[in-house]
């Protein structure tokens, strides 16, 4: 089972990234899918999530309005757009995927955010 997240890097406020995450060794669309981020001393915090079929998605308040999750099934890959950002999204974001008692994760992609 693997998760890798790319898109990540450096990007002054107000700008814009796609973040991605390619899903393999396991059913991809029978799987929610999450992007979590933390940011140093901090927990780690839920950004977003998508249902297996795309039909459902959720956000956390700090993102909403910003932030985009999607998925193609067909390509096992999950995204983010991540837009209008701010120094106080700077974290390590992560891929995470759920289905009853198997969960996975990714290693992370480093956001940062500075001018």
């Known amino acids: 089972v693997q998760l890798v997240e790319s898109g990540g890097g450096l990007v002054q406020p107000g700008g814009s990234l796609r973040l991605s995450c390619a899903a393999s060794g396991f059913t991809f669309s029978r799987y929610d899918m999450i992007w979590y981020r933390q940011a140093p001393g901090k927990e780690r915090e839920l950004v977003a999530s998508?249902?297996?079929?795309?039909?459902?998605?959720n956000y956390a308040d700090s993102v909403k309005g910003r932030f985009t999750i999607s998925r193609d099934n067909a390509k096992n890959t999950v995204y983010l757009q991540v837009n209008s950002l701010k120094p106080e999204d700077t974290a390590v974001y992560y891929c995470?995927?759920?289905?009853?008692?198997?969960?996975?994760w990714g290693q992370g992609t480093q956001v940062t955010v500075s001018s």
């Open positions: 998508i249902t297996p079929f795309g039909l459902n998605t």
């Open positions: 995470n995927a759920q289905s009853g008692p198997y969960e996975y």
